[in-house]
């Protein structure tokens, strides 16, 4: 089983910084894409950003020039830089993990989320 926890959310003022971090655990034969979704209140969840194993980027249009995404597949570890953050970008911030495990099944891991809230 892989699990993945996400940290560094927290309330920040609107033009603020933060940075997530995500890191996916155990029996992890390769990851082949991690990705930040969100979902604010009363909203669907969406795609944020997501990091290929080559490392190839793909990045919302809504934070396209603010937020960046890194990965170090050395640690299992994604992170989401988020500059000029707006009171729109709050939500809860999930990271996800696809690949396969030591035994070569398939996964597709959630973390519990993270919340981050931007104050005007």
């Known amino acids: 089983q892989v699990q993945v926890v996400e940290s560094g959310g927290g309330l920040v003022q609107a033009g603020g910084s933060l940075r997530l971090s995500c890191v996916a655990s155990?029996?992890?034969?390769?990851?082949?894409?991690m990705s930040w979704h969100r979902q604010a209140p009363g909203k669907q969840r969406e795609l944020v950003a997501g990091v290929t194993s080559g490392g190839g980027t793909n990045i919302a249009s809504s934070v396209k020039g603010r937020f960046t995404i890194s990965r170090d597949s050395a640690k299992n570890t994604v992170y989401l830089q988020m500059n000029s953050l707006k009171p729109e970008d709050t939500a809860v911030y999930y990271c996800n993990a696809d690949g396969y495990d030591s035994s070569w099944q398939q996964f597709d891991s959630w973390g519990q989320g993270t919340q981050v809230t931007v104050s005007s």
């Open positions: 155990g029996r992890i034969y390769r990851i082949n894409v």
